[in-house]
């Protein structure tokens, strides 16, 4: 094995061990996970970065996770000085482009957990594409650091729901 080899095999086991990726023809999905949320609180965020690997745009139809009753993706805008989170309907990958869902912007929002998830555990959630694929991931469930917690202020979105951790949920996020 050359010293280019070497690098380029040390540098992929590197980044398989550093956070799973999933693939599944023209999208991959990597550094998937969720923060812990306290056992009272049934709704958790998830984040990840999906990659569209193909010459066209394409956008998620649906996504389900057997351990929620929904998940959504939300953006998350100023508005009159509040945070406010906003449902995406049909959220758009460009093509050989990436869509980042992260702390404090894009992300998703798992509602009604049907039974605890501690950090260590998985969260598996299907996505479902416009182009017909669908790709099966997991979001390792980690403990919400300080990094996190700064990042998470409480959010007014709407309706009276409550998403928990101190965010309040609002019309928008009605169906
Ligand atoms: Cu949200």
């Given at each position: 094995m050359n010293y280019k080899k070497t690098v380029l095999f040390a540098t992929t086991l590197l980044s398989l061990l550093a956070s799973p990726a999933f693939a599944a023809n023209s999208i991959t999905i990597t550094d998937s996970w969720s923060p812990e949320a306290p056992p009272v609180v049934k709704v958790m965020a998830g984040y990840m970065v999906?990659?569209?690997?193909?010459?066209?745009?394409?956008?998620?139809?649906?996504?389900?996770?057997?351990?929620f009753r929904k998940v959504?993706?939300?953006?998350?805008?100023?508005?009159?000085?509040?945070?406010?989170?906003?449902?995406?309907d049909r959220p758009i990958i460009r093509a050989k482009q990436t869509l980042v869902l992260e702390p404090g912007k894009y992300h998703m929002m798992l509602i009604g957990r049907q039974k605890p998830v501690k950090a260590g555990e998985n969260i598996p959630v299907t996505l479902s594409f416009d182009n017909g694929k669908s790709i099966n991931i997991s979001l390792p469930v980690r403990k919400a650091d300080e990094k996190n917690k700064k990042t998470a202020p409480a959010m007014k979105c709407g309706g009276g729901m409550k998403c928990g951790g101190g965010m309040k949920c609002g019309a928008s996020m009605k169906k």
């Open positions: 999906i990659h569209n690997n193909s010459n066209s745009d394409i956008a998620i139809t649906s996504i389900k996770s057997k351990l959504e993706i939300h953006n998350t805008v100023m508005k009159d000085n509040t945070l406010h989170m906003v449902r995406q």
